[in-house]
């Protein structure tokens, strides 16, 4: 059986989706029951179900709020997933940890591959890099899986915002930050099938560590807004007109990789594992999301 920690987020509800397509049994579990603050929980959690495989989709992700409580931050990222790590150690099953391309500081020009220096310049980065570091010295045999730019048809996530704008006539998007639109499902079915390669073992030295999955190609905030937009128009809803400004123009309270841009070839030459192209997603999670009256 497959648990997984998080229930309500946008990776936790992929797998459960992907899973149960599949025909394979899985637990997804979130507070109260489950609460990372709270290792007698996850001890608890997991001792009721019996887990074959552990994989940790729960996360503080509130990146700018993170900037005023990053100790509740790093109790979740860092001292919740090592807690997980460790007790998928001592059981001697499988650990799939998500991590974020906000481990980064965003300032090299080309995708980042897993051995290039980390940085990261927030709150919410620095608690995600505790967390890595954690369940690496927890368990040597975690799986530790950096993604970034998620969307899905679940919970709240940029391309929804975007689809709810669309009866704006104009809007402004940030086009000097660059990254790699990662659809959960994608994200979902990428993990499935690193456990399909693990036959229910322990990964080998080379399968354990650092891994970067994300969707195929790169953007920006900007064009994939555009995208976005162009594929709802497809399906009837309005088509506004996106003025592109700056990273300056549009302040937040956590500075964001101006970078954020991984390269995926590790995981493809390991586990044969490769996400689909981002234009490709957006399409597939925008027309579901007309199908279920969704789109506005």
């Known amino acids: 059986m497959i648990f997984v920690a998080g229930k309500n987020g946008q990776v936790a509800r992929a797998l459960s989706e992907a899973a149960m397509a599949r025909g394979l049994d899985v637990k ?10 709270d290792k007698v929980s996850i001890a608890a959690a997991i001792e009721s179900e019996n887990p074959s495989v552990i994989i940790n989709a729960a996360a503080y992700t509130a990146v700018d709020k993170a900037e005023e ?15 997980l ?10 650990f799939i940890h998500i991590s974020t391309d906000y481990v980064f ?7 980042y591959v897993e051995t290039d220096p980390v940085g990261p310049t927030g709150a919410y980065g620095r608690s995600k890099l505790k967390g890595e570091h954690a369940v690496m010295e927890a368990n040597p045999d975690a799986i530790i899986l950096r993604t970034a730019w998620v969307y899905s048809p679940f919970g ?38 690193i456990l399909e390669k693990l036959d229910d073992q322990l990964p080998s030295p080379e399968q354990a ?15 994939f807004a555009t995208a976005i937009f ?46 689909p192209e981002w234009r490709e997603s957006t399409a597939a999670c925008v027309k579901r999301l007309s199908e279920t009256d969704e789109l506005v």
Not at 28 to 37: N, S
Not at 105 to 111: E, I, L, R, S, V
Not at 157 to 178: C, E, G, W, Y
Request: aromatic share 4%; charged share 20%; with cysteine.
């Open 230 to 275: 162009e594929e709802g128009a497809r399906l009837g809803s309005a088509l506004p007109i996106v003025h592109a400004i700056t990273t300056a123009e549009y302040p937040t309270p956590a500075t964001r990789p101006v970078n954020s841009k991984l390269n995926c070839d590790k995981l493809a030459e390991v586990f044969g594992v490769s996400l």
């Open 209 to 223: 560590g650092v891994f970067h999955m994300v969707g195929t190609g790169d953007t920006t905030w900007h064009e």
């Open 105 to 111: 500081d965003g300032t090299k020009t080309a995708p």
């Open 156 to 193: 709240g996530n940029f391309l929804k915002t975007m689809l709810s704008l669309a009866d704006r006539d104009t809007l402004s998007v940030v086009a000097d930050q660059f990254g790699n639109p990662t659809y959960a499902p994608d994200i979902a079915d990428g993990i499935l099938d």
């Open 28 to 37: 997804t579990m979130g507070r109260p029951e489950l609460d990372l603050q």
């Open 69 to 83: 409580e990053e100790a509740l931050a790093a109790r979740i990222n860092a001292n919740g997933a090592e807690a």
């Open 85 to 94: 790590a460790a007790i998928a150690h001592k059981r001697n099953i499988p």
